[in-house]
């Protein structure tokens, strides 16, 4: 529990600012973490932006009259913001005065999508030790749609019926169907004979419509199976977490005995500069001060970058050496 915030959130959960009509769409992703007896726990994951709530924006412009007591450029902002606000209120009677964050003096209910607001990040997670990848997604877009919407079941009842009543498949056995009255198809569950192939809940596509097969063999058999340090990048979170489950699953039947996060965060940044051999996933957020940026900066020892936007691998030293030994 206390480590699912950190992979939630890789650089720490922010406050977006934005109108209404322009607020992302909901990301999907996974990432797989270790218990104590260093079993895998896989955690699919949903992340959307929601307002502020009313009560979080009091306490936000409590928290900046306060500082503007303290500190004097927060305060001459404030002044100047107020006072651009004022102007604008003048201009067009009607619209709501923007101060602080929020105004959070008027009781309306309805909000204008070119009103600007204040979001929160806000994620579900489901946790499970099958890596039921494309399934859990399914169910999690399935919650997410039902939340906006006036349907008869609250969304509890869905949660609970998955949890309690729904069995885990038996190994060859037949598959579950679960019916999702929000999607058009179903979510299935299956798990394959024990003597054959590892499940593999993902469709190859993702892998092969990102990167060629002459690459995807140099990762597996050039890189991860002489152990060496590997790192896949995109803008797309949940193209990382496929990808990264993919290529794992293609050194079958060996298994991978470097330390492996599809979803690094800050607080593993230093792993990078470990010796020995390391496979992670990391989103390419944009931003300038990114985790992404960083590592593009400094490109740790011996590590090899896979940008799966471009289908490049970038890597400290030369290339061309080091991809023909």
Not at 46 to 66: C, G, I, T, W, Y
Request: hydrophobic content about 40%; proline content about 8%; aromatic content about 10%.
């Amino acid at each position: 529990e206390e480590e699912l915030p950190m992979f939630c959130y890789p650089t720490g959960c922010k406050l977006f600012r934005a109108r209404y009509q322009d607020a992302p769409l909901p990301e999907y992703y996974g990432f797989v973490v270790k218990n104590e007896r260093g079993d895998s726990i896989h955690v699919s994951c949903v992340s959307f932006m929601e307002p502020l709530e009313r009560s979080k924006v009091e306490q936000l412009n409590a928290m900046s009259d306060r500082r503007q007591r303290s500190s004097l450029p927060h305060k001459f902002f404030c002044e100047r913001k107020s006072a651009v606000a004022a102007e604008d209120y003048e201009k067009e009677e009607g619209s709501s005065l923007l101060l602080g964050f929020d105004d959070v003096s008027n009781g309306t209910i309805l909000t204008g999508f070119d009103q600007m607001m204040t979001f929160e990040y806000k994620t579900i997670c489901l946790i499970s030790r099958y890596p039921f990848w494309s399934a859990f997604r399914r169910f999690l877009s399935h919650l997410h749609i039902l939340s906006g919407s006036s349907y008869d079941l609250p969304l509890e009842r869905y949660i609970s019926h998955l949890l309690l009543t729904v069995p885990v498949p038996k190994p060859g056995g037949q598959c579950i169907l679960i019916p999702l009255p929000a999607i058009a198809s179903p979510m299935v569950l299956g798990l394959p004979p024990v003597k054959d192939l590892p499940i593999v809940d993902l469709p190859f596509r993702r892998l092969f419509s990102c990167l060629d097969v002459p690459t995807v063999v140099t990762i597996v058999l050039g890189f991860l199976a002489l152990e060496r340090k590997v790192i896949i990048m995109s803008a797309f979170p949940s193209l990382v977490s496929d990808v990264c489950e993919l290529i794992r699953s293609l050194l079958f039947p060996f298994d991978l005995c470097a330390p492996y996060v599809p979803r690094l965060t800050e607080p593993f940044m230093s792993c990078l500069n470990f010796p020995g051999a390391i496979f992670v996933g990391i989103h390419d957020d944009g931003s300038s001060d990114g985790l992404a940026s960083v590592v593009r900066n400094e490109i740790p020892e011996d590590s090899f970058i896979v940008d799966l936007d471009t289908g490049d691998i970038d890597c400290s030293g030369d290339r061309f050496e080091i991809l023909r030994e």
